[in-house]
């Protein structure tokens, strides 16, 4: 016989503003972009700004 937790765990709701989660998935999300831009670099073999026509 199995016996069932008394105490059921409370799950943290999403949240907005500045919180620990919303910075974690934004340094998450800059690390990805600056990854991709050296990429784009290195296989375009010219800047970010040139490969847009920016410059």
């Known amino acids: ?3 069932q937790p008394s105490v059921t765990p ?3 709701e999403p949240k907005f503003g500045f919180n620990e989660y919303a ?3 934004n ?3 800059a690390m990805i ?3 991709i ?3 784009i670099e290195y296989v ?3 800047g970010v700004l ?3 026509g920016l410059k």
């Open 44 to 46: 375009t073999n010219q």
């Open 33 to 35: 972009g600056f990854l």
């Open 50 to 52: 040139s490969w847009l």
């Open 1 to 3: 016989m199995m016996i």
């Open 10 to 12: 409370k799950l943290e």
């Open 27 to 29: 340094g998450r999300a």
């Open 37 to 39: 831009m050296v990429v």
């Open 23 to 25: 910075e974690r998935l």
